[in-house]
């Protein structure tokens, strides 16, 4: 079956950096399209980035642009997603999710995605 395991969380200061990785089996990696989602306390689930087949299709919320990066390995069947100068609103369980590739805009919504890891929790403190 499917696993998504996320990896990579922890607490660290504001302006801080991390690096979260999500290791996936159980499918053919590299024709699924990858997402990063993060839900705080009290929050709805919301999307923060997603990766094509490759590094060349990228998609980010507004909150997130210019400072988290999403890359893929297919070799290792892995993605990831570099988070620069952390805030503590960026404090929240962060999850990956897969979905079968398809042509068009890269899907944002929790819906769209069918595949999900069990998450990994960011704290940043101020």
């Known amino acids: 079956q499917v696993q998504l395991v996320e990896s990579g969380g922890g607490l660290v200061q504001a302006g801080d950096s991390l690096r979260l990785s999500c290791a996936a089996s159980?499918?053919?990696?590299?024709?699924?399209?990858m997402g990063w989602f993060r839900q705080a306390p009290g929050k709805e689930r919301e999307f923060v980035a997603a990766?094509?087949?490759?590094?060349?299709?990228?998609a980010y919320a507004d909150s997130v642009k210019g400072r988290f990066t999403i890359f893929r390995d297919n070799a290792k069947n892995t993605v990831y997603l570099q988070m620069n100068s952390l805030r503590p609103e960026d404090t929240a369980v962060h999850y990956c999710?897969?979905?079968?590739?398809?042509?068009?805009?890269?899907?944002?919504?929790?819906?769209?995605?069918?595949?999900w890891g069990q998450g990994t929790q960011v704290t940043v403190s101020s």
């Open positions: 990766i094509g087949w490759n590094s060349g299709n990228t």
């Open positions: 999710a897969a979905v079968v590739l398809r042509f068009g805009v890269l899907p944002v919504q929790v819906t769209e995605y069918d595949y």
């Open positions: 159980g499918l053919t990696f590299s024709r699924y399209i």
